[in-house]
């Protein structure tokens, strides 16, 4: 018998090396023990992923009764076979009419000729059922020693021959599910050669399975991180651990694709590591929307430069890089002078359209090292390090430069078919000069931009010390000016206007503010600044509700009057403006007939379409509108045209040289000939001598304002002499 079993052995191991198909294996199997033993029929059934018996190899047994326990299911009372399967555990029925665990099929032994059935388990490598391999005998009894032997290594050969299949049937799932995978994985041994690479990652490089069997992954890597991936991975095997972490690999075109990488050691039984699974994720389109979330977060969205943030940034950084290379840089702050024009007359594209341009102009002119940013608006900055170890040195350099930017800036552009023509104001700060921050250097140059606006437009000018006394008086007027409403430390004063007979026909209102220690603080040196920090408005409103006040008891006391207001572009933009204004007049009972308000040409540059509205508004209620100090900014006679306007006051730069000088006097000569086309009433102000009144009567001016007639004077005692009517009025 021994002889027939390493027989029975050979053949089921020369099966196995030989890759025969499992089901001939188990049949041959059967066959051969039928042959060793007499009088039993073998039956070798699998059981299925449900628990359920499945046909195996039983050479002898009646088909029709292997067709009844076809996928019978396990359980403790399922024959020898089923609750073998089910305890796990040989089950040895020495007589199946008898035993309980044939319960349920007791006559099948006397339909098929069986009284014996012995079987026994066969078990995975873990412990899972395969299957089962039994024994019938046609006459009941148990295996003698023998047998019993003989069946266990029969036992043996089945499992060898199940456990080949069942790890064969998981390779062939792994294979698949690796092939399948939709993520890039490569299989390398030790030496870093590539045993085998999904067509996931085959796709995602380019290069064919065939090609990348065999090759070395470090020539997959970027030559740059290949050395530093060479000494981790050497790391991990010694240490068996997983590596995680992103690098570069070639694809077929040698770009580098940027990838987040997972090695996994692949130990044997004996932890020696042989193999690494690499898995790969692409980061390209990860990477492409940080990069996209980082563009739209730090650029302008209209020109695609820095904005404000990534430009402080930037600042601060070369803030400290010059104090440490004891080094200059400077900070220019450029401003286009009369930028919302072009947005007013042709509209928002063609004005980001200028704007774009202006940047690759700015762009173009400076060096790789230079930023250039926009805040906002009309608004650019331009950061310049390393200019010199001598401020005086880097302050000349800057200069240039920002000449140069103006002179750029003045060349017409070209945008659909129109022709610009752009002007640009500068303001150049160099720093380091203390312990000064981004912020204040942003103030400085901001405040040389403006010297520059002062000087008449398209100009440079320098941030210098001195500058930095009148920032801080300037922040101690802003302080004592939010005060000043509350202290009621304004005063109002009106000057009167008068007809070429010299009979007052108006009385302009004019702000002074009564400081109690800085004295008479004149409108010139607080008003812009009102305008800045938006106190105009709640002082534009006392001006205005004063004025009203007076309107209406002059009119109650039967001596009516009209009365000019000044109204700041700030406050005439603010989104309620017709609305405290009609409010004002209807508190105070006044008749808007009698209010005039003075607004300046820059109202009529700056949204236009919003200025044309509102004062439409006002003026069909009766307030009537003045263009103050006329011809010194910027006049479209189509906006004249289009405006509710009744008058224009020439502004006292022209009169006061119209007797010495004739342009002055051609000018003011046209001035007046084109109201008259345009029938509107021209005020002449600042007018100081008898010569400049005649002129202007003679001209065919209406009305007179200035020093001449009369000074402005306290606004409640000047309204109480016109009421006792010894202020002469028109007939
Ligand atoms: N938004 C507001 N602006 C106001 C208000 N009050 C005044 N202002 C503006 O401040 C500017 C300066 O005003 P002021 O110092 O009062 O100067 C005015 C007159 O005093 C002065 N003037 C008048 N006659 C003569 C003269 O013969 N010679 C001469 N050298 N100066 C003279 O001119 C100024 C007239 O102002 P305006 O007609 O408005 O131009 C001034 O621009 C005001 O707009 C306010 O309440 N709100």
């Keep these: 018998m021994s002889d027939a079993v390493f027989l029975l052995e050979r053949a089921v191991l020369n099966g196995l090396a030989g890759d025969a198909p499992l089901p001939e294996l188990l049949r041959r199997l059967a066959e051969d023990i039928e042959a060793i033993l007499d009088d039993v029929r073998v039956s070798i059934q699998r059981i299925d992923g449900h628990g359920k018996l499945r046909a195996g190899a039983s050479p002898s047994l009646d088909p029709d009764y292997l067709a009844l326990i076809e996928g019978e299911s396990i359980g403790p009372k399922a024959g020898s076979c089923g609750t073998a399967a089910f305890i796990r555990e040989p089950v040895v029925v020495s007589d199946v009419r008898t035993d309980p665990r044939w319960e349920n099929y007791k006559t099948l032994g006397d339909r098929f000729g069986f009284r014996a059935c012995w079987s026994f388990p066969v078990l995975g490598d873990r412990r899972e059922v395969l299957g089962t391999f039994a024994l019938y005998r046609a006459e009941p009894g148990l295996p003698d020693a023998e047998e019993q032997g003989l069946i266990a290594r029969c036992a043996e050969l089945v499992h060898l021959i199940m456990a080949r299949e069942q790890r064969q049937a998981e390779i062939d799932l792994l294979r698949r599910g690796f092939d399948r995978s939709l993520v890039p994985m490569l299989l390398i041994d030790d030496s870093g050669r590539i045993d085998l690479a999904n067509p996931a990652l085959c796709r995602l490089l380019g290069i064919a399975t065939a090609q990348l069997r065999g090759q070395s992954l470090m020539s997959l890597i970027g030559l740059v991180e290949r050395l530093e991936v060479l000494e981790e991975l050497q790391a991990i095997i010694k240490q068996n651990l997983n590596w995680h972490g992103e690098l570069a690999m070639l694809d077929a075109d040698g770009a580098a694709v940027p990838l987040d990488v997972m090695v996994t050691p692949i130990g044997n039984d004996h932890r020696d590591v042989a193999h690494f699974m690499v898995s790969l994720t692409d980061l390209r389109e990860r990477l492409r929307a940080e990069a996209e979330l980082e563009r739209l ?10 904005n404000r943030s990534l430009f402080e940034d930037r600042l601060s950084m070369a803030l400290a890089t010059s104090r440490r290379e004891r080094q200059h840089g400077a900070l220019l702050f450029v401003d286009l002078d009369h930028f919302k024009m072009v947005n007013d007359l042709h509209g928002h594209s063609q004005g980001d359209a200028l704007l774009v341009a202006v940047a690759d ?18 608004e650019f900055v331009v950061l310049c390090s390393r200019l010199g170890a001598d401020p005086l040195v880097a302050a000349r350099r800057a200069r240039m430069l920002a000449d140069k930017l103006v002179a750029e800036l003045v060349q017409p552009l ?3 078919g129109h022709s610009h023509a752009l002007t640009a104001s500068v303001g150049i700060t160099v720093f380091p000069k203390g312990l000064e921050t981004g912020e204040d250097l942003l103030r400085e140059a901001d405040t040389a931009m403006y010297r520059a606006k002062e000087s008449g437009r398209n100009a440079v000018a320098l941030f210098d010390p001195q500058m930095q006394s009148v920032l801080r008086e300037r922040d101690a007027l802003e302080r004592d000016l939010r005060q000043a409403l509350q202290r009621r430390e304004f005063a109002l004063h009106l000057q009167p206007q008068v007809d070429q007979d010299g009979r007052v026909c108006a009385a302009e209102a004019l702000l002074r503010w009564q400081h109690p220690e800085r004295g008479n603080v004149p409108p010139l040196n607080f008003i812009r600044l009102a305008e800045e920090c938006g106190l105009i408005v709640p002082l534009g409103d006392w001006v205005l509700e004063q004025v009203c006040t007076w309107l209406a008891r002059c009119a109650t006391a039967g001596r009516p009057l009209h009365m000019a207001v000044n109204v700041s572009v700030r406050q005439f933009r603010e989104p309620n403006f017709l609305a405290r204004v009609e409010q004002i007049l209807r508190q105070s009972g006044a008749d808007p007939l009698h209010l005039t308000l003075e607004v300046t040409e ?58 010495d000088n004739a342009d002055d006097a051609a000018l003011v000569q046209t001035m007046l000939s084109m109201a008259k086309h345009l029938r509107l009433t021209v005020v002449a102000e600042g007018v100081e001598t008898q010569a400049q009144r005649d002129l202007l009567c003679q001209w065919g001016c209406q009305r007179l304002q200035g020093y001449l007639i009369d000074r402005p004077s306290d606004g409640a005692l000047w309204v109480e002499r016109w009421l006792a009517a010894s202020v002469a009025a028109p007939p």
């Design 297 to 306: 977060a730090f650029h302008d969205p209209v020109t695609g430069l820095p």
């Design 361 to 378: 102009r700015l762009r173009l002119s400076l060096r790789e090292e230079d930023t250039v940013a926009r805040l906002g608006g009309d």
């Design 414 to 416: 070209q945008i659909r």
């Design 602 to 659: 820059s109202l009529l540059i700056d949204d236009a379409e919003a200025s044309v509205d509102i004062m439409s508004a006002l003026a069909k209620l009766g307030v009537r509108f003045s263009i103050d100090d006329f011809g010194i900014g910027y006049s479209s006679l189509s906006y004249l045209r289009r405006l509710p306007l009744r008058e224009i006051k020439i502004d006292k730069s022209f009169v006061q040289d119209i007797v």
